[in-house]
């Protein structure tokens, strides 16, 4: 069974490759309800252009203050309301998406890996790569 932390890959590649993610665990996260959606925040890359190796907490501490996030799944709901967004969905399944730094409820799943489930209006762009985002502090 492919778990998500393996479902990351080599940064190079790309950091995670949602193709890999058992379907076993997708059907073992939380449904989203309504209008909410549950996202896997980007936790960046594990090793510096110059090679150094980023501690587990460095890369927990990045992950948690993200902006970036994979979208897993949408509930039934999502961007149904028309009059506040029109006729076309702002993202989709499987989509790299921003969100507020602290947007949505957080929760860790068995293998440790974080989820959060956050609202359809709560994300404010797509991008292609998450790598083209810096973080600033």
């Known amino acids: 069974m492919t778990g998500l932390s393996e479902a990351y890959v080599n ?80 993202c989709k399944e499987q989509q790299w998406v921003l969100i507020g730094r602290y947007a949505g409820a957080r929760m860790k799943l068995e293998d440790g890996e974080e989820i959060r489930i956050i609202n359809d209006d709560e994300v404010i762009g797509t991008i292609l790569d998450p790598n083209d985002i810096v973080s600033y502090k």
């Open 11 to 90: 940064a190079d590649d790309r950091v995670l490759d949602p193709t890999l993610l058992d379907k076993k665990i997708l059907e073992r996260m939380p449904q989203p309800t309504g209008y909410r959606m549950v996202v896997i925040p980007y936790k960046g890359k594990t090793t510096t252009e110059g090679g150094i190796h980023l501690l587990k907490e460095t890369v927990d501490r990045e992950a948690l203050a993200t902006v970036v996030a994979l979208v897993l799944k949408m509930g039934p709901l999502c961007y149904n309301d028309k009059e506040k967004f029109g006729d076309t969905p702002w």
